[in-house]
């Protein structure tokens, strides 16, 4: 590879890692402005939304961007993240309880465990799936849901993908700044990818 090849790939991967921190700033600035609990379900949805116009070239503005994003997905924004962040919520408690009654309760733990990657799983379909098709929004989660069923591969590399995220920042605390907006910026390429390829299989079959 030239010197020249070198210096272009650099200059993307840093434009990457600061589109990453800014929809990282984003998503932490719009969740404090709902009150986290209110602003947490229409920022991640925004950030979505933003995430996957980048991955498909668009120039756009950010900001006004996200703004727009953020009023729009108000309502199904939390009615999409909300229960999932509570459930999520309520199995990391669950695990630890167990976890602390040690090798009594590993029945219970591993289960816990198994749901807890089992939602993280279809939170990761699920969210680029609500910013790239139109849905009801009840029909999201059993849509999720059945993509990363009958797709295992596709899912295993979704959780590989969040768990390096989750080890890069355990490891190098600083990485926070681009955590979020980093995984969501993946997601959201990756399973672009994933449902451009399923929608090109069922064409293929003749399916509608």
Same mark, same amino acid.
């Given at each position: 590879?030239?010197?020249?090849?070198?210096?272009?790939?650099?200059?993307?991967?840093?434009?990457?890692?600061? =589109?990453?921190?800014?929809?990282?700033?984003?998503?932490? +600035?719009?969740?404090?402005?709902?009150?986290?609990?209110?602003?947490?379900?229409?920022?991640?949805?925004?950030?979505?939304?933003?995430?996957?116009?980048?991955?498909?070239?668009?120039?756009?503005?950010? =900001?006004?961007?996200?703004?727009?994003?953020?009023?729009?997905?108000?309502?199904?924004?939390?009615? @999409?993240?909300?229960?999932?962040?509570?459930?999520?919520?309520?199995? +990391?408690?669950?695990?630890?309880?167990?976890? $602390?009654?040690? $090798?009594?309760? $590993?029945?219970?733990?591993?289960?816990?465990?198994?749901?807890?990657?089992?939602?993280?799983?279809?939170?990761?379909?699920?969210?680029?799936?609500?910013?790239?098709?139109? *849905?009801?929004?009840?029909?999201?989660?059993?849509?999720?849901? *059945?993509?990363?069923?009958?797709?295992?591969?596709?899912?295993?590399?979704?959780?590989?993908? @969040?768990?390096?995220?989750?080890?890069?920042?355990?490891?190098?605390?600083?990485?926070?700044?681009?955590?979020?907006?980093? =995984?969501?910026? *993946?997601? &959201? =390429?990756?399973?672009?990818? @994933?449902?451009?390829?399923?929608?090109?299989?069922?064409? &293929?079959?003749?399916?509608?």
């Amino acid at each position: 590879m030239t010197s020249r090849a070198w210096s272009i790939g650099l200059h993307d991967a840093a434009d990457e890692v600061f =589109w990453a921190a800014k929809l990282n700033l984003l998503w932490t +600035i719009f969740s404090l402005a709902g009150g986290v609990i209110l602003g947490v379900g229409p920022a991640t949805v925004a950030a979505y939304t933003v995430a996957r116009r980048h991955a498909l070239g668009e120039s756009f503005s950010v =900001w006004p961007a996200f703004v727009t994003a953020y009023r729009r997905e108000f309502g199904r924004g939390n009615v @999409l993240v909300l229960p999932l962040a509570g459930v999520t919520v309520l199995l +990391i408690t669950n695990y630890f309880y167990f976890a $602390s009654m040690g $090798s009594a309760a $590993s029945a219970p733990r591993l289960t816990t465990a198994a749901a807890l990657i089992a939602l993280a799983v279809i939170a990761a379909h699920l969210l680029p799936m609500a910013v790239h098709y139109d *849905l009801r929004t009840r029909d999201y989660l059993p849509k999720a849901s *059945l993509f990363a069923l009958t797709r295992p591969a596709a899912s295993v590399l979704l959780l590989f993908v @969040l768990i390096a995220v989750g080890y890069a920042v355990a490891m190098f605390p600083f990485l926070a700044v681009v955590a979020v907006g980093g =995984w969501i910026q *993946l997601d &959201t =390429w990756l399973c672009l990818r @994933l449902f451009a390829e399923n929608e090109a299989r069922r064409k &293929t079959k003749g399916i509608s």
